[in-house]
């Protein structure tokens, strides 16, 4: 799997949730204030049950809004950047990608043409694109038709060929 490259606003994103989930379990688990009261020789020690200050509060509060804020962009970043379609086409064209490696010459340049059209492409646009002649692109179609790899549609007069 390919590592995926942290921008400015990520690397940003998940520095301010570290910090605020590290300052929100600081001031939720440090423990209730203690009043140590000195008398003479003798030396009380009291808690101050569930007492937080409003400096205390306001820092939860914010800590937790910018947890909240933070986590949700990192959770929802890959969908941010990028609509739906884009992803699935990403990951077709990884797989045809590695699908094109196994195939003949003229099979692998029509089916890189193929790629390179987004998926889609009308068969008279392959000659032109691939170098190859017409008859040899209708041959070389029917024998990755035949492997799977891509389907022939009607369109009017001719073919849209679409990588499967």
């Known amino acids: 799997m390919e590592g995926?490259?942290?921008g400015g606003k990520t690397a940003f994103m998940a520095a301010l949730?570290?910090?605020s989930a590290f300052i929100l379990?600081?001031?939720l688990l440090n423990p209730t204030p203690i009043q140590i009261v000195v008398e003479g020789q003798s030396?009380?020690?009291t808690q101050l049950p569930g007492f937080f200050t409003l400096g205390d509060v306001i820092i939860i509060v914010i800590a937790s809004i910018i947890l909240g804020v933070s986590g949700t962009y990192l959770l929802l970043?890959?969908?941010i950047e990028k609509p739906a379609g884009k992803l699935v086409l990403e990951e077709r064209k990884k797989k045809w990608e590695e699908i094109a490696k196994t195939l003949k010459e003229d099979e692998q340049?029509?089916?890189q043409a193929i790629i390179e059209a987004g998926g889609i492409i009308e068969q008279s646009e392959l000659p032109e694109k691939t170098?190859?002649?017409k008859a040899s692109v209708s041959r070389t179609l029917d024998l990755l038709e035949s492997k799977g790899l891509v389907e022939r549609r009607r369109r009017g007069m001719g073919n849209i060929v679409l990588l499967k």
Do not use: T
Request: no cysteine; hydrophobic share 50%.
């Open 131 to 133: 170098g190859i002649s």
């Open 77 to 79: 970043l890959d969908l």
């Open 109 to 111: 340049k029509i089916y």
């Open 4 to 6: 995926k490259k942290i």
């Open 17 to 19: 949730f570290v910090a």
């Open 43 to 45: 030396v009380s020690i």
């Open 25 to 27: 379990g600081l001031k």
